[in-house]
C-alpha cells in the first residue's frame, strides 16, 4: 500500500498532500473493478495522515470528512445484480439500444460492447485501440491489466500470458463504426482530461434506465453465463450442453489451477470463437432488431 501512495504522491512534503490526490489514486482502482485494494488504500493513507497530524507534522489530516461509501464501490462480497432470464435481458438490450448520451453515445457503444464479450467493465471502459485486431476478430488484453494477475503470477502456465477475447461480427462492425469516432486517440471511449470514462458512467446510464438494484455493468457477466450454460443441444436423443463449462469460464476469466495448463494451450479459442458469435446473434434475436446484424454483414462485404 505504501508503494502505491509513494508513487501517486510523489515527493510531495505531507502539508501540500491534497484530499484529491488521493481521490485520483483511488479511482484508478475503482475503475479497475479493485475494491479491496482501493479500501485498504483508503486506510493506510487515513492512518498515514493521522500519525503525521499525531507527531504535528501537519495541522490538518487531508485524508478525513471524504464520504468514501457514497463516492467509492463497497468492497463487501454482496451479489451485483443482473437480469439472467431471456425475455427481461431482451427488454434491456433494447432500453440500452435506445439509450441516448453524450460525446457521441460513447456510454451506449460501451454498454454494447460489455454485453456483446462480458468482459469486466473496468476492462472495456479501459480498453486501448492498440489491443484489438479487427481482421483477426481478436482481442488481446494485456497481462498487466488482468484482475487475476496476482493469482497467475503464482503458476508458470500464466505467468505474464494475455487474455484473448474473440470478437463476433457484430463486436468487430461496432469497433470499426467506433474507430471512426476515437481511433485517433489511445482509448476506444474517452474521457476528460485525457483519461477513459469510468465504469460509473455506464452504472449511471443503466440506472437512468431504471435498472437500478436489478441490472449493473457487472451484471452482463452474469447475464452471459447463466443464458450460455442454460443453451442445449440434443445428440442420438442425449440433451447436452451446447457449450462446455470451461469454455464459458476462460471467457469470463476464471482459472484455478487445475485447468491452468489446458489454458496456457489452446484456451479453447476455437470453441470460444463458435461460442461468441453464437452469443452475439442471441443478443441480436432477444433485442428483437436485425441493424446489428445488418451492419456486420455490411462490414463483411465492404
Not at 80 to 89: D, L, M, S
Not at 198 to 220: D, K, R
Request: glycine share 8%.
Amino acid at each position: 500500500m505504501i508503494g502505491y501512495l509513494t508513487r501517486a504522491f510523489g515527493n510531495k512534503p505531507m502539508d501540500e498532500v491534497e484530499a484529491k490526490d488521493l481521490i485520483d489514486l483511488l479511482e484508478t482502482f475503482e475503475d479497475n473493478e479493485s475494491y479491496e485494494t482501493r479500501a485498504r488504500l483508503q486506510a493506510a493513507a487515513l492512518n498515514i495522515g493521522g500519525y503525521a497530524q499525531g507527531k504535528a507534522w501537519i495541522k490538518h489530516n487531508p485524508f478525513l470528512g471524504i464520504a468514501y461509501g457514497k463516492a467509492f464501490t463497497s468492497p463487501t462480497n454482496q451479489p451485483r445484480p443482473a437480469i439472467t432470464e431471456a425475455e427481461p435481458f431482451g427488454q434491456l438490450l433494447r432500453d440500452v439500444a435506445a439509450y441516448s448520451g453524450r460525446q457521441g453515445n460513447l456510454v451506449r457503444k460501451a454498454l454494447d460492447l460489455l454485453a456483446l464479450t462480458f468482459v469486466r467493465p473496468g476492462t472495456v471502459t479501459q480498453a486501448e485501440w492498440d489491443e484489438f485486431d479487427p481482421d483477426g476478430a481478436l482481442w488481446t488484453i494485456p497481462f498487466k491489466k488482468l484482475k487475476q494477475r496476482k493469482f497467475r503470477e503464482s503458476i508458470k502456465e500464466l505467468r505474464g500470458k494475455p487474455h484473448y477475447v474473440s470478437l463476433s461480427r457484430q463486436a468487430v462492425a461496432l469497433l470499426r463504426d467506433l474507430k471512426k469516432q476515437t481511433g485517433d486517440g489511445r482509448y476506444l471511449f474517452p474521457g476528460r482530461k485525457g483519461r477513459p470514462i469510468s465504469t460509473n458512467a455506464l452504472e449511471v446510464a443503466l440506472n437512468s434506465l431504471g435498472y437500478q438494484g436489478t441490472h449493473c455493468p457487472h451484471g452482463f457477466r452474469s447475464s452471459a453465463s447463466t443464458l450460455l450454460h442454460a443453451e442445449r443441444i440434443t445428440v442420438d436423443s442425449t440433451e447436452l450442453p451446447r457449450f462446455a463449462e470451461q469454455a464459458i469460464d476462460f471467457q469470463l476469466e476464471h482459472v484455478d489451477a487445475s485447468v491452468a495448463a489446458i489454458y496456457n494451450r489452446d484456451q479453447r479459442l476455437s470453441e470460444r470463437t463458435k461460442m461468441m458469435q453464437f452469443w452475439a446473434d442471441k443478443i441480436d434475436a432477444l433485442r428483437g432488431d436485425g441493424s446489428a446484424v445488418k451492419l456486420a454483414v455490411d462490414h463483411r462485404r465492404g
